[in-house]
């Protein structure tokens, strides 16, 4: 006997097909219209409204054979207009020219640390030991976190990030940039990094953050200190930053930043495998996030990926096209009036028009990568 597998004839698989699209449809709603929405309406406080502080801050950077970025990035650092600060990198047994380098920048820069690993110190993968020595020779509470590979927005970084702290603040998040340059690949990952700022960043603003960027991050040194560092997930690669902060972060001891002048920039990724690399590297701390953190997660990306694949058999199929195209166009409107609050507060407006598609995508790259990581673990940081 021959069976038609045309989802056209079997009504009641179509109807349960159509309920789930909208089930996904309400989903959506309730992320970008609880969530998401928090963002796009903040506006920045009194305290992010350029009120001077007066508490001494320490920039800890881990460099490994950075010459190049250090050599562009370092004096926009050592520019900033701020009246106590020292910045501390740690050399993690870089083979270049990266000490030389700083040793010459520190001649006229009494602001500039510098700790050298050698061969005799205990060596170890990623970021992770080097921070975690730059953090303890800090001699200031106040910890500014970022990379060699990037560069702050102006003179007024320290400012603007120290400024949102307030009285009972450990931990400020901040957000860091890409450069934004032709082609896909640019404005997928400048997506994708302003798509997972306003996930980290909404989280907060709900009283639940879970990560921050080690691009632009500040938290308290006691806090650090405290709570033994990065014990707890030092056998990862990553983590020194969204582990961090979802392992100690709290609804009562966590500001966001969003003021342009609190904004880091870097060089994105100009390969699609170094980016795929790269990302499967982060992608390994998401086993050790809180459940709540991961039920947030989750539950949103395999919506993401649900929802076009809903409304495109339904649409395939001749389904209650009417019908069907309105929840989509509904749902896109939705989308794009939040991502224009988002993207106005991240100045990122150029990738406004073609989100919902960036998101598409980035949901199926996601899906692949995790099934990479079950195949292939991430390379090694340097």
Known sequence: MLYDFNFGQHPVFMLVLSGMLVLSFLIYLFYYLVFFRKLARKKNTKAEQAVAPSFPVSIVIAAKNEYLNLKENLPFLLNQDYDDFEIVIVDDHSTDDTWDLLCAFRIHNPHLRIIRLTDSVVNSEGKKFPLSVG??????????????????????????????????????????????????????????????????????????????????????????????????????????????????????????????????????????????????????????????HKFYLGFYSLNVLLFPLLAAVLLLNQYQIIAVSAIVLIKWMVQWIIYAGVTKKLKERKILLISPVLETILALLYSLIHISNLINKPGRWK
Not at 179 to 189: T, V
Not at 231 to 252: I, K, P
């Open 135 to 292: 953090i303890k020779e800090a001699r200031h509470s106040v910890l500014l976190l970022t990379d060699a590979d990037c560069r702050p927005t102006g003179p007024d970084w320290i400012t603007a990030m120290a400024a949102a702290y307030s009285s009972n603040t450990g931990f400020v998040l901040g957000y860091g940039k890409y450069y934004q340059h032709r082609g896909c690949l640019n404005k997928l990952i400048r997506f994708d990094t302003m798509h997972v700022a306003m996930q980290y960043f909404s989280a907060a603003l709900s009283r639940f953050p879970y990560m921050g960027v080690g691009r632009n991050l500040s938290y308290k040194k006691e806090i650090f200190i405290h709570s033994n560092g990065f014990v707890s997930h030092y056998d990862l690669m990553s983590g020194d930053d969204d582990l961090f902060v979802s392992e100690h972060a709290t609804r009562n001891n966590t500001a966001t930043c969003t003021d342009p002048k609190s904004f880091t920039f870097s060089e994105p990724k100009h390969r699609f495998g170094d980016w795929w690399q790269q990302k499967k590297r982060h992608f390994t701390t998401g086993p050790r996030y809180h459940f709540k």
